[in-house]
């Protein structure tokens, strides 16, 4: 019993110690600390905020800087520039075409007559002119025909001979009343079939003649020889598909080619005025000019399916550069336009507005004027309005150009002539050295 309030005594004296500790006044330096916190991390935000809002405008600003760079820096940046002074002269207006060689003659040559093929008389490839012995074919068989048909006509003949003058008896013995009219008109009838069968054996004696004849073959017309197609010892007959050999007339040689319609008008216009357009052929890279030539003719129907018109030249081909069923690259000259403003297509720009080029002023400044484009002939292109001869156009650098910025005219030979010293004095350096 003695030991309950002993133990219960210390318990109480914790408790009210540690109320005590609670309800004490807390110490002015706490809250002094807390708001030196507060204020170092205001600071601290504060410098993040000017620091990035420096960085951001400083990026921006050299972006911007970078794209007026290049863009060409502004009106007040000097742009090297090449220009060219624009002439008048002429200008050739062409339409193109893609053509097709047609020969102007082209035979499959066949024997007219069956037998064994005894010589060829001609090589591959040859130029042959009409007439020219090419094949021959065994005559004997047709020696033999022939000779046969002259036998029966002499035979025939005799009998026609032997007709006639029992005639011209009977004629004698009618008028003395010795033979009746009847003999005399049978032996008329007899006379006259005599002379028919004398003039049929006439015909077989000439056919005989002409299928010996045919036994040479030559050429029907001139031109060059293709492949030959048979060999000597065969058997050629006259109903072969594939003939002998091919002739292709080569001089002079025609091209055939369609143009479209919306451009037919302004060929019939130089045809009804009786001018002549010159037509040239080019190869498929149309660089290298396989021969020139001129209009010749002209279909009669345009196609519906391709709404073109068909239309030929003539090429005299003397160099045999032209082969049938070649495709060649057409360009007709179709009319000359006198003192048209020349503008080198490479000083041509095209924007929003459409097509404008850039003028060099007196005070090396340049501004973009629109123009409006003619015909184009290579290189150069006719204008029709916006500038006119005399003034410089940019030919080279225009893409780093802005209306009214200035330009620094640049000689395009000075320039090589360095480039080629530059490169060159190496060059000669080391020959020096390699002679040394």
């Known amino acids: ?235 050629v007959r006259a109903s072969d598909a594939n003939g002998v050999v091919v002739i292709n007339q080569f001089q002079p040689i025609d091209v055939t080619y369609a143009i479209p319609e919306d451009q037919v008008q302004s060929v019939l216009k130089q045809v009804h005025a009786g001018n002549t357009l010159q037509v040239s052929a080019f190869d498929r890279a149309q660089k290298n000019v396989l021969d020139s030539g001129k209009f010749k003719s002209l279909d009669n129907q345009i196609d519906p399916t391709t709404g073109t018109l068909k239309f030929k030249a003539e090429f005299a081909n003397q160099a045999n550069n032209l082969f049938p069923n070649q495709f060649v690259n057409i360009r007709m000259l179709v009319e000359t336009q006198k003192n048209a403003t020349l503008l080198p297509s490479a000083a041509i720009q095209r924007g929003v507005n459409g097509t404008f080029v850039y003028v060099v002023n007196s005070d090396s400044s340049v501004n973009a004027r629109p123009i409006t484009l003619g015909a184009i002939d290579g290189d150069n292109t006719a204008v029709l309005s916006g500038v006119k001869v005399g003034e410089r156009v940019v030919l080279d650098g225009a893409d780093k150009l802005k209306d009214g910025g200035k330009v620094k005219v640049i000689d395009p030979n000075a320039v090589s002539d360095k480039q080629d010293a530059q490169e060159g004095s190496p060059r000669g350096h080391h020959r020096q050295k390699s002679t040394s």
């Not at 000779?147 to 029966?152: R, W």
């Not at 299928?211 to 000597?232: E, F, I």
Request: glycine share 8%; proline share 4%; hydrophobic share 40%.
């Open 1 to 235: 019993m003695s030991l309950e309030p002993q133990s219960s005594a210390p318990s109480l004296v914790a408790i009210e110690n540690h109320s005590s500790q609670q309800n004490a006044p807390k110490s002015p330096n706490s809250g002094w600390k807390r708001a030196l916190k507060w204020f170092v991390f205001l600071l601290i935000v504060i410098g993040l905020l000017v620091f990035t809002w420096r960085h951001f405008h400083a990026a921006k600003d050299a972006g911007q800087a970078s794209g007026q760079g290049k863009r060409g820096g502004g009106k007040n940046q000097v742009m090297p520039v090449q220009v060219k002074t624009l002439t008048a002269g002429d200008l050739n207006i062409y339409i193109n075409a893609l053509g097709s060689v047609v020969p102007r003659s082209s035979v499959i040559v066949h024997p007219r007559v069956d037998g064994e093929l005894i010589s060829v008389n001609f090589t591959e490839g040859q130029n042959v002119q009409k007439g020219d012995l090419l094949l021959q074919i065994d005559p004997r068989p047709y020696q033999v025909a022939l000779t046969q048909a002259e036998g029966q006509l002499a035979k025939d003949q005799a009998a026609l001979l032997s007709a006639r003058q029992d005639l011209t008896r009977y004629q004698s013995l009618v008028k003395e009343g010795s033979i009746s009219k009847q003999q005399l008109d049978q032996q008329t009838a007899l006379v006259n079939q005599a002379e028919g069968t004398v003039k049929s054996d006439q015909g077989q004696v000439s056919g005989a003649r002409l299928n010996l004849s045919y036994c040479k073959v030559t050429a029907p017309v001139s031109g060059k020889l293709g492949l030959r197609q048979v060999d000597v010892g065969n058997i």
